[in-house]
């Protein structure tokens, strides 16, 4: 249903004419406007009454008693005399506005339509009642005639609120570019209209153009820029765009207006978590804990963040908080052990491993513990867990994969490559080993030819995954193919920024390209990201 103004119409006090203009009629008159100034416009109702007695005739007394009954919401009484004034005074809009005030408010479309009608007739140049007129026409579905009223009014009155209205009938029709032409000649001509900015936006929006809608509503915001709707719309619009980072811009905007909205934190810390803006996040996980104590989200993603970080006896306070709420999240007693096994809690992990069991982990014990080793990077400890359970499970393609992966971080290259040649003679097209062993000859400089083989059968598989494109980076800069190498290792680092090995590798290319600025300028952002590796360290040295 459309929002319907009621326009009262009347009702500056006018001057009666001479043949009225009694001293008794003028004493009532003034009294009754001093009741109506003090509130009381029952008497005054009593005293119009009054006058009316003097002059029964009279179009403004009928007119006076009407609106001060619509006032009090009697709309029978109000009718009446206003039907009265009407047939008195022909040439006046306001009885009918009365009238159409009051059909309004009893929901009689049609009659308020057609005293509307009567009253726009009369009063052409009046906007508010074309605007309501034209309100009129729609809910009666006359999408025509309500437009048609905006443009005869707009013909005569240069109020930019009729352009407005018009534009959003046009919207409602669905003639969305007359719509937008409107909003836009509206804002040429009023740059400052922040109605229209706001319509013209949320058209855009509808219409599925976030760029164009983004344009008007930061508009809008600028000429209202405390408006928290605003400020939210545009923050919502920016994650329909996936421009996270100018939506935590808006978020932190919003929150600075003193917004308590847990919500928007638990949403402002997803976003800080998803571009690995790991401290941001923290702190706003951090924070929306402290108003909700209890939210699991937050609770379990601080702990997965401190387990990330290596920071063990945090991780393992935030994984029992939230196990306490969820005792049947399998995963957290799963992470929680690796915790207690990292602060050497053996018999604590063992418990924790087995409830992880006991809520529907599948793993095998042994096989936790494998994993649980590998996750500490105590990948020599993981081998002996694996071995148990390799008799068994000759066939289970993951097993075999992960022990070569152990004895290659463990340093034993001859055991590692013969799992993974194990792996491939039982599944030749693995993907994941073609890589791991392709990259593993490509570090020793080693079987180049059957590396660049496997990398590219792998990269078949997935071409667009950054790890097989550096690792076909790698194989290039081990062949001596260095402007090759420089190609695919600039992907690679396009598609992972944030990857230190990567950067260290496009580094080594530049520099056998002879271009040691940029080489010293990628070994510099591989630093940042890992700050321990003192090989990197060395090189920034030797070439800066």
Not at 280 to 288: E, G, R, S, T, V
Not at 313 to 340: D, H, M, V
Not at 483 to 496: D, H, I, P, S, W
Request: hydrophobic letters at 40%; charged letters at 25%.
């Amino acid at each position: 249903m459309l929002g319907l103004a009621l326009t009262a119409g009347c009702v500056k006090r006018q001057a009666l004419d001479p043949g009225q203009a009694n001293l008794s009629l003028l004493d009532h008159i003034d009294l009754a406007a001093a009741q109506e100034d003090q509130g009381n416009l029952k008497g005054a109702i009593r005293t119009y009454k009054q006058a009316l007695k003097l002059n029964q005739n009279s179009a403004l007394l009928h007119l006076y008693i009407a609106q001060n009954y619509y006032e009090l919401g009697n709309d029978t009484l109000a009718a009446l005399y206003a039907r009265k004034a009407a047939r008195l005074d022909s040439a006046n809009a306001d009885p009918h506005l009365i009238l159409g005030n009051s059909f309004l408010i009893a929901k009689d479309w049609p009659a308020a339509l057609a005293e509307y009608q009567k009253a726009f007739q009369l009063d052409p140049r009046n906007s508010e009642v074309a605007v309501t007129l034209s309100g009129l026409h729609e809910v009666v579905n006359q999408q025509d005639s309500a437009q048609a009223v905006l443009v005869k009014a707009m013909s005569q009155n240069d109020d930019p609120e009729l352009q407005v209205q018009l534009a959003g009938v046009l919207a409602r029709a669905k003639k969305y570019q007359p719509a937008i032409e409107q909003y836009r000649s509206v804002l040429l001509s009023d740059p400052r209209n922040a109605k229209a900015s706001l319509s013209l936006a949320a058209l855009y929006e509808a219409r599925e153009q976030p760029d164009s809608a983004y344009i008007y509503y930061l508009l809008a915001e600028d000429l209202s820029p405390n408006n928290q709707y605003l400020k939210r719309h545009i923050f919502n619009l920016l994650l329909l765009k996936n421009d996270y980072t100018r939506a935590i811009l808006k978020a932190e905007d919003i929150i600075a207006l003193g917004v308590k909205d847990r919500n928007l934190r638990l949403q402002l810390a997803r976003l800080y978590y998803q571009q690995k803006d790991f401290p941001n996040a923290f702190l706003n996980f951090d924070l929306l804990l402290q108003e909700d104590s209890l939210n699991t989200e937050a609770l379990y993603t601080l702990a997965r963040l401190k387990l990330e970080q290596k920071q063990y006896r945090e991780a393992s306070g935030y994984f029992s908080r939230t196990l306490k709420i969820l005792p049947r999240l399998s995963e957290g007693w799963l992470n929680l052990g690796i915790c207690q096994l990292a602060l050497g809690q053996m018999d604590s992990a063992e418990v924790s491993f087995k409830r992880s069991r006991r809520h529907g982990n599948k793993m095998q014990m042994d096989y936790i513990w494998g994993y649980a080793y590998t996750q500490l990077e105590q990948y020599s400890q993981a081998i002996p867990h694996y071995l148990k359970l390799y008799p068994k499970n000759k066939r289970d393609l993951n097993l075999i994969f992960n022990l070569a992966a152990a004895y290659e971080r463990s340093d034993n290259f001859d055991k590692a490559e013969s799992y993974f040649l194990m792996l491939l003679a039982r599944q030749p097209k693995n993907h994941l080993a073609l890589n791991y062993l392709g990259y593993m000859y490509a570090e020793r400089g080693i079987n180049l030819d059957q590396a660049e083989t496997m990398v590219a059968q792998a990269l078949q598989a997935e071409p667009d995954n950054a790890y097989y494109i550096d690792s076909m980076g790698w194989v290039y800069f081990k062949q001596g193919k260095f402007f090759r190498a420089g190609t695919e290792l600039e992907r690679a680092v396009k598609l992972m920024p944030e990857d230190a090995a990567m950067r260290d590798h496009l580094g080594d290319a530049y520099l056998a390209q002879g271009q040691k600025e940029q080489a010293v300028e990628q070994w510099r952002k591989a630093l940042e990201l890992d700050p321990k590796k003192e090989e990197i360290k060395k090189k920034i040295e030797i070439h800066e």
